[in-house]
Nanobody, 126 residues
């Protein structure tokens, strides 16, 4: 059974930092692109950051570029999101996702992801 379990969310003041982790189990994700999305009540889930199989290519939403860094550790089957200079508008439930890809590319749309975690709440106070 494939599982993605996020951790690391919490309450932080504006300007602070958090690091989210996503532990993958049940299979190897070597051929899977992985990504982080976020969602607030009443809004659609939005792309935050993505990374390809090898970890050599990344993409970010414009709203987080320069502040967030996505990375992965293949040996640990774990995905990370380092979030710096947090803003109140970053408040959301953050989800990690994994999607099988024939080619070593970054994917940014929800439909291209096969597995999702349960989400972790990030709250940034002003």
């Amino acid at each position: 059974q494939v599982q993605l379990v996020e951790s690391g969310g919490g309450l932080v003041q504006a300007g602070g930092s958090l690091r989210l982790s996503c532990a993958a189990s049940g299979r190897s994700f070597r051929s899977y692109a992985m990504g982080w999305f976020r969602q607030t009540p009443g809004k659609e889930r939005e792309f935050v950051a993505g990374i390809n199989w090898s970890g050599g290519s990344t993409r970010y939403a414009d709203s987080v570029k320069g502040r967030f860094t996505i990375s992965r550790d293949g040996a640990k089957n774990t995905l990370y999101l380092q979030m710096n200079s947090l803003k109140p508008e970053d408040t959301a439930v953050y989800y990690c996702a994994a999607g099988f890809q024939i080619h070593n590319i970054v994917v940014v749309t929800t439909r291209e992801y096969d597995y999702w975690g349960q989400g972790t709440q990030v709250t940034v106070s002003s």
